[in-house]
Every structure is written in C-alpha cells, then in structure tokens.
C-alpha cells in the first residue's frame, strides 16, 4: 500500500510558513510582498486560477492585485501595463495568466517581465539562471514535485529518475531541479523508442504529458515513487491525472493523487517565489 502524498496537505504548512515570513518581512520593510496577476479576456479555467492565486495571497499575508483585460487589448497596451508594473516599488511579482488571445505573442510578454519579477520563472534569463544552478526562483510546479518529495523524506540523490513530458513550463525545468539534487534523471517524450523499458527502470517516476491514465501498472516498478502532474478530465467528466491511479497506487512506496496533490502546491509555489523576489528586492 502506497504512502499518499497530499499536496493539499503540505500546501497548508507551507502556506503557514510564508505567512510568517511574509509577517516579518512588512515588520522589516514596512510593507507587505506583492503579486499583481493579470489576466487577458474570459476564459473560465484561468479565471478560476487566478482567483485561487488571489485568495491564497491573502492566506499567506501577502499584497495583491488583479488587472483584468478585455478579450480585444492590443499587444502594446499589455505591455504597457507590464512596464508600470515592472517600476511600481510595491509589486515584487508579476503573473500573465495564459493562454493568452491570438494576437498577443507569448514570448514578447514574458520577455518583457523584469525578470526579478518574473515568478512564474519563464523569462529566458531566468530560465538560463536554473539551468546554472545560480537560481533564487523556481518555476512553480516543478519546485512543487520537488518539494512534496523532499518533505516527504523521499530520497533523490543517486536514484533514477524519469520524467514523461519534456515541456518548457514542467518536463525540462524538473530534470534540472532533479539534477540539481543529485538524481539521475531520463526525459522521456513522444519520440522515446521504448517508453515502458524506461518506465520500468524508474525509482521516481514523474508523468507529466496531458494524457489521461496514460501510465498504467505495467510500466511502474514495485517499490517506485509516482508523481502525477497530470490534470485531465476522464469519460464521465471527473477530473484524474496521467496516471491510471487505481491500478499502479499497489505497486508503489509513494504516490501523488490528482485532484489533491501537485496542484495544490502550484499556487503555493508561486506565493514562495513571491516572497523571494519581495526578499532579493529588499537587500538592493
């Protein structure tokens, strides 16, 4: 029988802990941390993200601010609003929720977060900061998958690790965080020639790909940690992760469940990023 770890759970201690950091850092500086998060248009999974990320600024003490857009802005006129956000001395993160409309390029306003301010780490410096190892921020989710196995006691160091999904915003920045602890890490992707032999080899195995139940018992080693990155929806509208839970949950030492596990630790994330960049602001 697996242990079970809950991101919800873990979030909740966190969260405890940023709100009294966050506490001592207005003591300090006379101020709360700030996240401004805006959000381009109506899409209701976003809308529902970004009210999450509010509400949890607010659990964790911390200053925020939503800027809410219609569908049709230009390009330019979020990009203005990035550039007032990037000089405003309250503000220590900025979040675009995306996906964004068409004719907005992501790139260009990602590009144009300073990258001190840049907590969902997507800006191509921060991006080269992490692949370093000279990094103070973390991008959210893998930090989360990172953190859920540490507190956990899950041990990384000399283990293989396997990461199915090779993503820009989880696959490729969690193998560098899983480097950086000293596992032995395999990315996996569409193209691997033998997905299930390098399943199988996995003492941590991680499926992040957007394909629902896709990781089934035969490619899970006995004894093997499985982190769900996943979030999809199944025949009957329920929503599960990448990995066919039922059935691989017997198989394993340690497993993440979906809803209640990476998910949570997310938004938690990013309120730490938050607080980093409100602290690396603060020392000048």
């Known amino acids: 029988m697996a242990t079970i770890i809950s991101g919800k759970e873990l979030s909740l201690q966190i969260r405890g ?5 966050a506490k001592q850092f207005e003591e300090q500086n006379g101020r709360l941390p700030g996240l401004a998060v805006i959000i381009v248009g109506e899409n209701p999974a976003s809308k529902v993200y970004v009210r999450n ?3 949890a600024c607010g659990e964790c003490g911390m200053y925020s601010e939503v800027i809410e857009l219609p569908e049709q802005t230009p390009e330019e006129e979020l990009l203005a609003v990035i550039d007032e956000l990037n000089g405003r ?3 220590d993160g900025i979040l675009v929720q995306l996906p964004l409309p068409r004719h907005i390029k992501e790139s260009v306003v990602i590009n144009r977060i300073s990258p001190e301010k840049d907590v969902d780490v997507f800006h191509p410096v921060n991006v080269g900061r992490l692949t370093t190892g000279n990094y103070t921020l973390a991008p959210c989710t893998p930090a989360g998958v990172v953190e859920m196995l540490v507190r956990s006691g899950v041990e990384i160091k000399g283990k293989k690790c396997v990461v199915v999904g090779r993503s820009n915003i989880v696959g490729k920045p969690l193998a ?9 890490v395999t990315v996996c992707h569409s193209r691997t020639a033998d997905l299930k032999a390098e ?8 499926a992040a790909i957007g394909k629902p139940k896709f990781i089934t018992a035969d490619m899970v080693k006995p004894g093997a940690v ?13 929503l599960c992760g990448d ?3 039922e059935n691989v949950e017997p198989l394993c030492s340690y497993i993440t469940p979906v809803p209640g ?9 990013l309120m730490k990023n938050t607080l980093l960049a409100a602290e690396e602001r603060a020392k000048g």
């Not at 560098?176 to 032995?184: A, C, P, Q, V, Y």
């Not at 399943?199 to 991680?206: K, N, P, Q, S």
């Not at 596990?261 to 994330?269: K, L, R, S």
């Open 176 to 184: 560098l965080l899983l480097l950086e602890k000293n596992g032995t």
């Open 89 to 91: 001395s309250e503000i």
């Open 261 to 269: 596990g990476v998910g949570p630790m997310t938004i938690t994330m």
């Open 243 to 245: 990995v066919d839970y």
């Open 17 to 21: 802990e940023i709100a009294e950091k």
């Open 226 to 238: 499985v982190v769900d990155v996943g979030i999809n929806r199944n025949e009957e509208g329920k």
């Open 199 to 206: 399943c199988l080899e996995a003492d941590i195995l991680v």
């Open 53 to 55: 990320k509010h509400r």
